[in-house]
């Protein structure tokens, strides 16, 4: 079986010029033709923002809020429970510190 898929052009160039992959979605219009839609995976911090990398995830600490985000496999050898607390206790001391610098 043949499906035409439809790309953008700029998603055509960026096939041309790099071998990387291109994440997206596939819609399908009809059984044999559909169309693809790039996925923007890329992060970058908002100006006067400040983030810190944490062995399994990230902090973010703005002006308007702080998020952190984990990301544990439950097939590691550390126990998630102590991860976090390690982990957040790292998180502490960095929204502190960045506190003390406004």
């Not at 100006?47 to 990230?58: A, C, E, I, N, S």
């Not at 973010?60 to 998630?80: G, H, K, Y």
Request: overall charge neutral; aromatic content about 6%; charged content about 25%.
């Amino acid at each position: 079986m043949n499906v035409t898929i439809q790309i953008s052009d700029a998603v055509y160039a960026k096939l041309l010029n790099g071998n990387k992959r291109i994440q997206g979605t596939l819609a399908l219009v009809s059984p044999i033709e559909g169309n693809f839609n790039e996925h923007n995976k890329t992060w970058r911090p908002q100006p006067g923002t400040k983030y810190m990398k944490l062995p399994h995830g990230r902090i973010t600490v703005s002006d308007d809020n702080v998020r952190m985000s984990l990301r544990i496999n439950r097939d590691e050898s550390v126990v998630p429970a102590r991860a976090i607390e390690a982990e957040s206790g790292m998180a502490s001391s960095f929204v502190d510190f960045m506190e003390e610098c406004l």
